[in-house]
């Protein structure tokens, strides 16, 4: 099979097990980087250029789009799928699952527990919102955080209060969220392929530090889930309609609560945590997915 790995860095953990996997396999891998593709619009075909060619004769994609580029990376995964090309993450799964704001929406609508938070604008009252929190502390996030870095815990009312208004001077929306203090600096990545938990650990945040991301210092160790809590994953997983996703939640006093859906979750940390081949995984689910005809069920869906 001839299948292409989006990705801007070919030297990336992630992509270079994703090639290894399927190169094992036997199919012929290659390494794309979706910021340098043309898109061609109108007469006839929908077509992609990549160094100038046109970019033929593959039976699927596995997007690995960094937050830097989401929307343009949807765009160019939107051109596959209209090529009738299976892709591991359709677009608009892939720019749901970017915006923490309409992932929370999105699963808690289905009636799945996440955080209690809120958004806000110019002329909110923030105290009053706060302590609708039963904050502080809260949590304040910048809409498209990754690796905890728009991630911040406000202490007292006077902080969070400033840290919103400076966030909003800048044009830029965030979520308040009330802190999961009990979560003890630990989160739980489980991730997902084809509708299966194929692997899960804990993640620890380094001392003095209550974000567990592993860019942040944390360190990680295999963990087994409660039957409730793998419910609660593949349902988050099919909400925002990813196949394939990395999913984050907090262990609360009141059960696990939501915390994000990833679209390109990497693999570096989980496989070498968790001993798991997720990328053989990952390629063996591409195989039976594109053996049977199927384009992405996202892609074909209406969302
Ligand atoms: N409401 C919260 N209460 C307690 N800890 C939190 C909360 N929100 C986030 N964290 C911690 O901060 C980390 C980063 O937050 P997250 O929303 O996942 O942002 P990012 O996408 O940047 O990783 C989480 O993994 C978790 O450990
Ligand atoms: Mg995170």
Redesign the pocket.
Known sequence: MNILILSRGAGLYSTQSLLRAGVLRGHEMRIVDHARCELLLGGGKPEILYEGRPLKGMQAIIPRIGASITSYGAAVIRHFEAMGVFTVTGSAALQKARD?QRTLQHLAKARLPV?RSFLTNQDSNLPLLIELLHGPPV?I?LLE???????I?AENMRTAVSIVRAFQREGLTVMV?????E?G???IRAFVVGGRIVASMR?Q?QDGE????LHRGATAVPEALSANERELVLKAARIVGLDVAGV?F?RSRRGPLL??VNASPGLEGIEGVTGVDIAGQIIRWVEQKVRAGKLSPVSKRKL
Do not use: Y
């Open positions: 923490k955080p949590v996030k955080s990754t690796h905890g870095m728009g991630v815990l969220q009330e802190f999961i203090r979560a600096g630990a989160d993640r945040a209550f974000r567990s991301n984050d907090l915390m994000e």
